[in-house]
T-cell receptor
Framework: GENVEQHPSTLSVQEGDSAVIKCTYS??????FPWYKQELGKGPQLIID?????GEKKDQRIAVTLNKTAKHFSLHITETQPEDSAVYFC??????????FGAGTQVVVTP | DVKVTQSSRYLVKRTGEKVFLECVQD?????MFWYRQDPGLGLRLIYF???????EKGDIPEGYSVSREKKERFSLILESASTNQTSMYLC???????????????FGDGTRLSIL
């Protein structure tokens, strides 16, 4: 089955700096890679996703890149703000909806 | 906006009790999922369902069962609760995906379950 590894487990950045979270997956059949943000006391919320026929996707300060050959994908947050502080999860999945999640990254943005 | 509602935010039960966690979605989604979330382990899939009365085991189904009698409702059942089932439980739903179109999962806010 699919196995997703996520690094780092914690990430501290100064406000305004960039944050990068990296994930690797094992199943070459995976074709969908969403990223979720979870704030304290809330469920995970989708922030961006990418499909295997696309190498990069950007939405304002958030971007995701995918390298299918190397089986890794990354989340980039630019110009970080205190409200970006949260736990971020990567996931890898198939067309039928099942996802395998990484262990999560606690991001702390300090003013 | 998609709404996935879990019936309880916090629940305290005793070992050996039968526990029901309820989840309702209002978007007519075909797929529904139950996960448990533990520190350092991320989200692990317990069971999922692609349709009414249909269920599939996820990665950690032992000690759990599910019920989907109506499309909008997916219940997780702990047959005989044990202390190692103390965790955060998350429900999610999504539209049916196809080979060319994946559908994102939408999550509820979770039920923090403590088994004493």
């Amino acid at each position: 089955g699919e196995n997703v590894e996520q690094h780092p487990s914690t990430l501290s950045v100064q406000e305004g700096d960039s944050a990068v979270i990296k994930c690797t997956y094992s199943d070459s059949a995976s074709n969908y890679f969403p990223w979720y943000k979870q704030e304290l006391g809330k469920g995970p919320q989708l922030i961006i996703d990418i499909r295997s026929n696309v190498g990069e996707k950007k939405d304002q300060r958030i971007a995701v890149t995918l390298n299918k050959t190397a089986k890794h994908f990354s989340l980039h947050i630019t110009e970080t703000q205190p409200e970006d502080s949260a736990v971020y999860f990567c996931a890898a999945g198939d067309s039928w909806g099942k996802l395998q999640f990484g262990a999560g990254t606690q991001v702390v943005v300090t003013p | 906006d998609v709404k996935v509602t879990q019936s309880s935010r916090y629940l305290v039960k005793r070992t050996g009790e039968k526990v029901f966690l309820e989840c309702v979605q209002d978007m007519d989604h075909e797929n529904m999922f139950w996960y448990r979330q533990d520190p350092g382990l991320g989200l692990r899939l317990i069971y999922f369902s692609y349709d009414v009365k249909m269920k599939e085991k996820g990665d950690i189904p032992e000690g759990y069962s599910v019920s989907r009698e109506k499309k909008e409702r997916f219940s997780l059942i702990l047959e005989s609760a044990s202390t190692n089932q103390t965790s955060m439980y998350l429900c999610a739903s999504s539209y049916e995906g196809t080979e060319y179109s994946n559908q994102p999962q939408h999550f509820g806010d979770g039920t923090r379950l403590s088994i004493l």
